[in-house]
């Protein structure tokens, strides 16, 4: 027979380290059915739903929230438009990024034009923080030298990502400067982003950046930048 300490003991919740996501389809008009729906989103979304999420998280922890969008789906069997119902999740960028990322998965068959699909995610912080990167000592003054670039920038992806609202995400470079401070390359590191025109014009733009002087040897900065188009609830 178990005492209360030994039942307190079996009753209690099971650690969750990892960011809390759940992906519901609340409904769907069409051919698609609305299980496999939910299955494919599921198995093949969670991990680039999780990668917009941890983007947020890192600005701050305690983000968490529900969004809630309809997606139409044209007929190419690929995602037409979408309609953001209602998010309380307070950092847009996070927001469409998971819309976007949405839009991309394979689950569209052909047949399926004129479908809509309503959209439910879940979002809630896991029981341990999500590791951000380490900041180098003169890390404010770096970030003030490259958001000189940022009307650049947005000059480079602006056009694109407006033109075509699957293309966005996450782009991670690579930057190595000398000690007096000038760019020496900007290389990808990491990224997810799918114009290599953005890259190549962003890449550039950084080039041209006056960084503030290093006294020990050349540094490297990893620089994350996040690429989403500018949109209203539509």
């Not at 989103?41 to 998280?57: D, F, N, Q």
């Not at 998971?98 to 399926?112: C, G, H, Q, S, V």
């Not at 970030?143 to 075509?164: F, G, H, M, Q, W």
Request: contains cysteine; aromatic residues 6%.
């Amino acid at each position: 027979m178990l005492d209360d300490e030994d039942d307190k003991k079996k009753n209690k919740p099971k650690p969750h380290p990892d960011p809390r996501i759940v992906v519901d389809v609340l409904k769907t008009e069409g051919e698609l059915d609305g299980n496999d729906v939910q299955k494919t989103v599921r198995a093949k979304g969670y991990g680039v739903i999780r990668t917009c999420y941890e983007t947020g998280l890192r600005k701050k922890q305690t983000l968490r929230g529900t969004l809630t969008f309809e997606l139409a789906i044209g007929t190419s069997g690929k995602g037409l438009n979408v309609t953001k119902r209602e998010s309380n999740i307070p950092d847009e960028s996070v927001v469409w990024c998971i819309i976007r990322e949405t839009m991309r998965l394979p689950f569209y068959k052909e047949e399926a034009g004129g479908t809509r699909v309503m959209f439910r995610v879940q979002l809630g912080e896991g029981d341990l923080p999500v590791a951000v990167y380490k900041l180098h000592r003169k890390s404010e003054k770096i970030a003030e030298a490259l958001k000189t670039k940022s009307s650049a920038i947005e000059d480079c992806y602006r056009p694109v990502v407006e033109n075509d609202p699957r293309i966005g995400g996450a782009l991670v470079l690579r930057i190595r400067a000398r000690l007096n401070g000038e760019v020496q390359s900007v290389t990808e590191h990491e990224t997810h982003f799918p114009s290599k025109e953005v890259i190549k014009c962003i890449r550039e733009a950084l080039s041209e950046v006056k960084l503030p002087r290093i006294t020990r040897r050349e540094p490297v900065f990893i620089y994350r930048l996040q690429l989403e188009a500018a949109r209203g609830d539509k």
